[in-house]
């Protein structure tokens, strides 16, 4: 029997996934000296006027101030071929992220455990879960989630870009990476008092003076490049830093925000390397301490990101690669106990609530029904000499991302997270009695912590 694509999808996820590893690794068989190729792709991801942006609870489109892009890479050469991709979406949650990584395998001629798709989750932008869109769609009077053509039309147009860019596939031979520190963007969002309990709430942005007044905190400051190059032509660049990417949204204007427009910039610089965002765990990070919200502040955290690449760029340093390894390890969060399906399907059909509080309980639904499935989450890792690109999922907190360096303090290693997105936010153990808001829209109860760090640890 022959399956078409949703078919396909649909009964992969309901026996529970792509590979049976459960946590285990790919064979360690898969490291190689290689002799490697790298086919960078993009393509425009922005939506169309009137489709919804961040899942249906803000302005939808209306107009556009600068596309949205879905840009990436395959590495060619380490075994079957390894494709990563980011997309200027807020998320893309549990079905539809398992249809992206399917189309782009597809398309790469690999198989969807080695697709790393990360979201860099600016919010004037589509919030992609196709369960949740079929189960909102059904009560008759709610906004759409995503529009389902449209997301499949993405996957095509960048299954496509994928099968041209390998026609012209580059020669690999060294690896760079380099960092540096970026000033006045990043700052913790979350405050506690002397119980404990969260007192202040930082956002992406504030014109509360005290909001600018509290310190940092918590964050991590390093803007963190991993650059491949033929010979010495630099062909890719891959920047990754933690925080929120929002200046401003909810006008309905389609945007890439500050961290994509510091990509155009640099990529404005040098057209002949594809440049490459990832936004780290950044699930308790926003730029809040430094932006107002105006489009001045837009200006500014632009140009500050933007700096950050240029400076890390100048500390690259190529070296000749002699080793690639992909791994991946399936992890199965435990949904939140106070999940149950009659009460959320009550709060979805409640008319008395908010939009926002009734597609909420949708992706939770999602979720829910997900976990009941067992198909997992793919966390990745792609290591090239001392260097480890790292793939996490959701809004992570950056404690997670401090953890995976220190778990391998001797190797290089660049997180990006917002890869599936079906967790929504996913905190630490000791973040979810101090309470807060990123604790109220946690799906997973607090064991998360324990899974995901043994998932890390055996990727590191």
Known sequence: MTLDRRDFIQTTAAVGGWLTFGDLLLPAADDVKPSLKVAPFRIDASPPEGHPLCGGWIKPVVGMDDPEEAIGFVLLGAGQPIVICAVDWTGIL??????????????????????????VHQHNAPFACLDAERIVAAQGDLPHVVDAGFHRRCCDRTAAAITAALKSARPVTHIATGQAKVEKVAGNRRFLGPDGKVIDWRGSS???PVHKELPEGLIDPWLKTVAFYDGETKLVACHYYATHPMSYYGDGRVSSDFVGLARKKRQADEPGCTHIYFTGCSGNIAAGKYNDGTPEARVALTGRIYDGIVASEKELVREAI????????EVFPSPRATFNTEALEKEIANKNNAVAGRIRPAMMLSWLRRCERKVPIVLSALHVNNATLLHMP???????????????PHRFVATAAYGDGGPWYIPVREAYPQGGYEVSVAFCEPTVEDVLKAGMEKLL
């Open 94 to 119: 549990n079905e539809a992220h398992i249809e992206w990584r399917t189309v782009l395998a597809q398309a790469a001629g690999t198989t969807p455990d080695r697709v790393a798709v990360q979201c």
């Open 206 to 208: 504030s014109k509360n």
């Open 322 to 329: 002699s080793q690639v390894s992909w791994r991946t390890a």
């Open 394 to 408: 959701a809004e992570s907190f950056v404690e997670y991302q401090l953890h995976a360096q220190q778990s391998a």
